[in-house]
Each structure stands twice: as C-alpha cells, then as structure tokens.
C-alpha cells in the first residue's frame, strides 16, 4: 500500500507540476521511464507506449472514486515527430491551417484549444476511426500499449455514476515525452531531448455535474470588426457540434441580434464552425465556459497595382524624301489684310493677267509696280495699235502702186 500510495502522490503532483509547466494546458501529459538519450535527439529505433490514467477525488457534495474504471479512450495520430522533435501534420489534419512546428508551438492555451477543437471536429466530419483505443481497468489506467512515435489528440467517454457525470477533457499527448517529472513532481525537461520519455501517461482534466440539476444553458455570439459594415453579408450560417458530432446548423443575422442559445444537460462540450462564404472576412473563435463567441475581422483591401508602362513605340523607318514641288507663282497678289480680292475681270482678262505675268523680263524691263491700276486697257489698246499699224501699211502699199 505504501508503494501505491506513493504512486498515486506521484501521479497527483505530476497532474499540477506538467500542467503549471504547460501553461496550465488541458490534458497534460506524464512521462515514465526516462532515458537519456545522449545528445539530446529522440531514439526513433526504441519502442514507446501510451497510457491514460483517469482518477476522481470527492469535491464538495460530489463524491469520489480515485481510481476510475470502465471510462473508453480513443486517441488519433494527428502529427508524426522526427529525431528532434518536429510535427508533421497527417492527412487530413495538415488541411486545417494548424500552426504546429514543434513542442514550444504547444505552449500557448489559445493555440492547445484550437488543436484541439479543430481535430475533434476533423475526426467528426471525416468519420476518422482512431488509432488505439481501450477501456480504463480498476487501477484508472487505459493502457494502449505501443504506440506510433508523434502527437495525439484523445477523447474519454463521460462516465455516469448513482446520477452523476463524470467528463474528462480532450486531450493531447506527445510520444516520446519531452518532459521528465521526479518523484516531487518537479519538471526536469531542459527543452532539449535528451531525458525524453518513452513510456507515456496522459492525464486529462476532469468535472463532475449532477444530471438532476437544471440543463446547462449554451450560447454564441457574433461579432463584426469592420469599417460600418458596407460588405457585411446579411447572416451567417454556424454548424454546432455536440461532444465532436454534429448537431444542428443555426443562423445569426440582425432579426436575432447575431445571436443564438440553447439549453442542454450538463456535461457535454460543444464547438461550433462558421460557413463563411465570404472570403473578405476572417473568423476567428473562443469559448470562455459556454459561451462561444466568433470575431469576423475584415481582411484589409490589397492595394491596387501600379499599370504597367507603356512600350514607346518603335519608331517608323524614314522613307525616301519626295521630290519637292516647283514653286506656283500666285494668281493675284494677297492684300495686306491677308483675304483674296474679288475677281475684277472676269475668266478670260484673268488669263490674259496670268500670261502678262509670265512674261519674262526683257532688256533689263521690269515688272510695274502693284498700284492698283486696272490692266485690262493694254492689251485691248495693243491689239488695236497692232490693227492700225497693219492699215497702215496696206494704204501705203496701195498708194504707191497707184
């Protein structure tokens, strides 16, 4: 009895020492059996078991058990580890945007209830069956014997005794363990693997609740982060699960305030999933005991990119000059305001002014200056010279043959 009473002290300060050590992480995990693995690398070649351990002490009215038996375990395989200690999400885990890298990617409460939430809900959906599972025997302990080296997430069936419920939390367990607890439930892990653990004791935490009492209410509240709300869609739909499976689909829109509750028997956890259509909002989801809130946050606008310059364009090869116009010597002279006068002789005098002005120059003789005189008197007055000349000289003729 000694033995077994310094066991279960053992077992007890490990639950306090790995939880404080975890950031008070739900499900913290014991670790037996250390070995030192000399430079602090994880043994891939040793063999490595899992055990749950499920105990129950009277608190308040609710009495208790100690060592609990007939509780079901089923743990899942949702990441493998390497030598030193990095995850490697599985199928279809590694499709759920999980930041898990390593143990210290763990040590955060948000980031251990999102593991958590996001594979229950994956092994749900998916139908996935587990990997070990096993039944808890008198001592407390579901033994699952060897096991695959990497990270599990586990899930304990409630247990209901004389009218009361007894729940153990999901949970997550690392095998080997990187941590290695004394007999004071002092944490000896000095965040390298060289002490790591290959036999594996996982304590989930626990509650207890009276079935006869009044239901348990439930709720979720919606809220928006966004500039006024111009992109907001009208409502949402929100698929709620029920201790991993589903239950129902609600919406939320501004008729019921983007909110909704509901009254359930106590000791059950629900988890709710947004279908979000709409891409220009992330969602993000806590649950502070039954209350489940969801911050849709607006996705900041990408600025527009900047328009590609345009190409100049290629300039066009020079062709061969043109052969440049002679010179036109101008019909009329332009007047000092620049317009054309009106025609003053009509076509045939224009003509006749046109051939006076080809006329080349002769002896020196020049062009008149433009005054404004009419011209069209010369020719008729030429012509007529010309007339009187050849008169004349036919009289003469005429005369002397007389």
Known sequence: MKIFSKLKKLILGATVISMSALLALPGATVNAGSDNNGPGHIDMNRETT???????????????YGEMDGVNTKVYKIASISENGEFTLLPPYDSLGLEVSDMRSLANQEKWDTIITEAGKCVAQNNIQPSYQGTSGNDGFTRLGKVDKGLYYGVSDPLVKEGIQYKYFDFLSVVPGPSSIDENGNNLWDGTWTNAQYDVIAIPKRAANRLEEDPEVFAIHKQWVDDGGED???????????????????????????????????GHTFTVEEENDNTGYTPT??????????????????????????????????????????????????????????????SVLGAIRKFVGELPEVLGARRLPQTGQLWWPIPVLAIMGIILIVLGFRNERRRKND
Request: net charge negative; charged share 30%.
């Open 50 to 64: 899992l055990s749950v351990y499920y105990y129950f002490d009277t608190v308040g009215d609710i009495p208790g």
């Open 232 to 266: 907001r869609p009208d409502s949402i739909k929100v698929k709620i699960f029920c201790d991993g499976a589903y239950a129902e689909t609600v919406e939320l829109s501004n008729e019921n305030n983007w909110k909704y509750s509901w009254n359930y028997e106590k």
């Open 285 to 346: 989801i806590s649950q502070n005991e039954n209350t489940i809130v969801i911050v849709n946050t607006k996705k900041p606008k990408r600025p527009d990119q900047p328009n590609e310059p345009e190409k100049p364009n290629k300039p066009n090869k020079p062709g061969k000059p043109s052969k440049p116009n002679e010179p036109v010597t101008p019909d009329t002279v332009d007047s000092p305001g620049g317009s054309t006068p009106p025609d003053d002789g009509g």
